[in-house]
């Protein structure tokens, strides 16, 4: 496969000026225009040819190998999930890429704190070589997607706690001077490789343990390469400003732009903070510095249960912790913790003290999948416990994915409506098919976008969310070339008609596809056609050089 660069390269030598007496791949007819860049939409006809969008006009049919006629459906630029999580799905069962083509993503941004690299030498993940799958660093990684071949297009952070845990391991201290500086090798390594940028989740152990200094450190290395900083902040409830400010200070201190992983104000004593929280990012903006961050559309986050404990308990590793949660005093001493302390993101706090607000959505091997899509207070009943003895008995599995309701509907209305705020799933590519529950954002964020805030409650206009879901993460990801229409720019588009798209996935049956969105095209390639998943493998790695 092709390799793109992500840099707008020789636009003006693709011969668009003298592409009348060409030959076009594909033309998209009688759309209605909405370019990605906030202006009102209009009507004309796309011509694509090698995967870039060559013609915009009255074109005439015969001159297409195939044309499209959308009917007056909004014809748009692809969307790009800000925080996608992971890619390898994609590359163990292209059948994942659904969750995303069909909500309009046409490129995943993966890598959190953890990250699919680098690895340590002889360290083979079990699952990933159950699959007959085995690399170690970025450049492996892509080579094995680009020779599998991928529906959509993929962009790659070098997570730190992935760095962290190579050369430190799960410990809770300092990197010494030389482990420091095989840290930023290793970052530098993966920005060689074409990663985008260095990312951070920082309330989950061994991100956790790293301090504002070692970040800054690897932020400088990912500067060498004009790569960015984004973070899932060490705080997003009653700390949040604070956490927002190490933020921007990281991306300061580096000299590159920095963005905030799915902005919230967790816990409703908390909520009043989300309207300062984006005050404070404006008043950096204003100040001359690039500081962005994005959102899912839903009140509920997702979260492994384990967080609901302190993260100093993890210091010396998961599994010695979790093997102590047996001894009733443990369990009593925690639970007093928990219930009386908030020098940490305490999310029992921010769900109001209540297991009926924490929804399980995905147990591991030796758990019951029919708790998943029920509460813990629930669950309790289920197993004839009270709610903190469920509690215990399901984090000592290490395996529990959560959903806890901590925000509210405000905060969504007051981030949607700030120019500089994209959209995200935070969640992996998912296939509907084998997978027993999720949060529903992996199936219907960008489409409840569409439906929810823009058609129904008309929180924003149409060509302002487009933006804020193409051309507004494209730049800041220094995707030139996407996130727009225009001729020269690579045709990821989509085809939806507004009056009509709907998400349809709900936390009692989320693996639900969106409706509404017949054609997704990925660098000139229908990924969705007419609504149905084609055998196209179009998409790319698109690397930072």
């Given at each position: 496969m092709q390799k793109r660069s992500l840099v707008l390269v020789g636009i003006l030598a693709l011969g668009v000026s003298n592409s009348q007496a060409q030959q076009l791949d594909l033309i998209v007819a009688g759309g209605r225009i909405v370019d990605g860049q906030g202006n009102p939409w209009y009507r004309a006809d796309i011509g694509i040819r090698n995967g870039r969008i060559a013609e915009i006009g009255k074109l005439a049919p015969a001159r297409a190998r195939r044309v499209i006629d959308v009917h007056g459906q909004v014809v748009s630029p692809g969307f790009i999930d800000m925080m996608g999580t992971t890619s390898v799905p994609l590359l163990i069962n292209r059948a994942s890429a659904e969750s995303k083509l069909r909500q309009g993503i046409t490129t995943l941004l993966a890598g959190e704190g953890g990250s699919v690299a680098p690895r340590k030498a002889g360290v083979r993940d079990p699952e990933d070589a159950a699959a007959g799958f085995e690399w170690h660093t970025f450049g492996e990684y892509f080579s094995l997607l680009e020779k599998k071949g991928i529906p959509m297009n993929v962009v790659h952070n070098v997570g730190a706690a992935q760095v962290r845990r190579v050369v430190i391991g799960d410990e809770d201290r300092a990197p010494t001077p030389q482990q420091l500086e095989q840290m930023k090798e290793l970052v530098a390594q993966a920005m060689r490789d074409g990663a985008v940028g260095l990312s951070t989740a920082l309330i989950y152990p061994p991100g956790t343990y790293a301090k504002t200094d070692e970040l800054i450190a690897m932020a400088k290395v990912v500067g060498q390469y004009r790569g960015s900083y984004m973070s899932h902040m060490r705080n997003e409830s009653n700390q949040v400003l604070e956490a927002i400010r190490e933020t921007i200070h990281i991306g300061e201190a580096a000299g590159i732009p920095s963005h905030v992983f799915h902005l919230k104000a967790a816990g409703e004593e908390n909520w009043p903070l989300m309207k300062e929280a984006i005050a404070l990012i404006q008043s950096a903006r204003d100040r001359g510095l690039d500081?962005?961050?994005?959102?899912?559309?839903?009140?509920?986050?997702?979260?492994?249960?384990?967080?609901?404990?302190?993260?100093?308990?993890?210091?010396?590793?998961?599994?010695?912790?979790?093997?102590?949660?047996?001894?009733?005093?443990?369990?009593?001493?925690?639970?007093?913790?928990?219930?009386?302390?908030?020098?940490?993101?305490?999310?029992?706090?921010?769900?109001?003290?209540?297991?009926?607000?924490?929804?399980?959505?995905?147990?591991?091997?030796?758990?019951?999948?029919?708790?998943?899509?029920?509460?813990?207070?629930?669950?309790?009943?289920?197993?004839?416990?009270?709610?903190?003895?469920?509690?215990?008995?399901?984090?000592?599995?290490?395996?529990?994915?959560?959903?806890?309701?901590?925000?509210?509907?405000?905060?969504?209305?007051?981030?949607?409506?700030t120019p500089w705020v994209s959209v995200c799933t935070d969640a992996p590519p998912t296939d509907a098919a084998t997978a027993t529950y999720a949060h529903p954002r992996a199936f219907g964020s960008f489409v409840r976008v569409l439906a929810k805030y823009v058609r129904d409650e008309k929180v924003i206009p149409l060509e302002a969310a487009v933006r804020q879901m193409s051309s507004l993460p494209a730049n800041f990801l220094r995707l030139y070339d996407r996130g727009r229409i225009a001729p020269g720019m690579a045709a990821d588009l989509l085809v939806f008609d507004p009056d009509k798209v709907q998400d349809i996935a709900t936390f009692t049956k989320p693996l639900s596809f969106p409706e509404g969105m017949p054609y997704v095209i990925v660098n000139g390639n229908v990924e969705i056609d007419n609504g149905r998943f084609s055998t196209q493998n179009g998409g790319a790695v698109l690397r930072l050089h």
């Open positions: 500081v962005t961050a994005d959102i899912y559309p839903y009140i509920r986050n997702g979260i492994g249960l384990t967080s609901f404990l302190h993260p100093r308990h993890y210091a010396a590793g998961s599994a010695p912790f979790l093997k102590t949660l047996g001894d009733a005093k443990v369990r009593a001493d925690l639970r007093r913790e928990v219930e009386t302390t908030s020098d940490w993101e305490n999310w029992y706090r921010h769900v109001s003290k209540n297991w009926d607000n924490v929804l399980v959505v995905g147990v591991g091997p030796g758990l019951d999948k029919r708790y998943e899509g029920k509460s813990i207070a629930e669950i309790a009943k289920m197993r004839g416990a009270d709610d903190w003895s469920a509690f215990f008995d399901l984090v000592q599995h290490d395996s529990v994915t959560v959903n806890p309701k901590s925000m509210n509907e405000e905060q969504k209305v007051l981030a949607l409506r």
